[in-house]
C-alpha cells in the first residue's frame, strides 16, 4: 500500500483548498483505521494537523479548529482535508499517515505518504 497526497497549490489568505490522500495497492479485505493530516513548514518540527478515528470521531490542532475539516472514504480508499480560510501561516507541506490493513488476515500498519506543497499569500 502507498499513501499519495495531492490538491496542494497557491492560494490567497481567505482562500479554500481541499486535500487528498488516496491509498493504492491492497486487495479485499481492504480497511483504513485511524487516518490523519500532518504538516511540516520549513525550519519547523511537523505538526498534526487533523485526525479521524474509528468510532470517536475527529481531532484538530487547535490552530485549525473551525477552519479544518477532515474526512474518510474507505471505499474509495481516500481521506480528504478540506481546508477553508487559509492563512498565510497554514502554508506548508501536508502529508498524510495512517494505520491501513492492505488485504484479510494481514495486520493493521502504520503508513505515511509523501505530501502537497500549500502556499498561502496575504
Known amino acids: 500500500v502507498q499513501l499519495q497526497a495531492s490538491g496542494g497549490g497557491s492560494v490567497q489568505a481567505g482562500g479554500s483548498l481541499r486535500l487528498t490522500c488516496k491509498a493504492s495497492g491492497g486487495s479485499r479485505g481492504f480497511d483504513m483505521g485511524n487516518m490523519a493530516w500532518h504538516r511540516q513548514a520549513p525550519g519547523t518540527q511537523r505538526e498534526l494537523v487533523a485526525s479521524?478515528?474509528?468510532?470517536?470521531?475527529?481531532k484538530y490542532a487547535g490552530s485549525v479548529q473551525g477552519r479544518f475539516i477532515i474526512s474518510r472514504d474507505i471505499d474509495e480508499k481516500t481521506v480528504t482535508l478540506l481546508m477553508n480560510n487559509l492563512k498565510p501561516e497554514d502554508g506548508a507541506v501536508y502529508s498524510c499517515s495512517g494505520w491501513i490493513r492492505s488485504r484479510i488476515g494481514a495486520p493493521y500498519r502504520d503508513y505515511w505518504g509523501r505530501g502537497t506543497l500549500v502556499t498561502v499569500s496575504s
Open positions: 479521524i478515528h474509528t468510532g470517536t470521531g475527529t
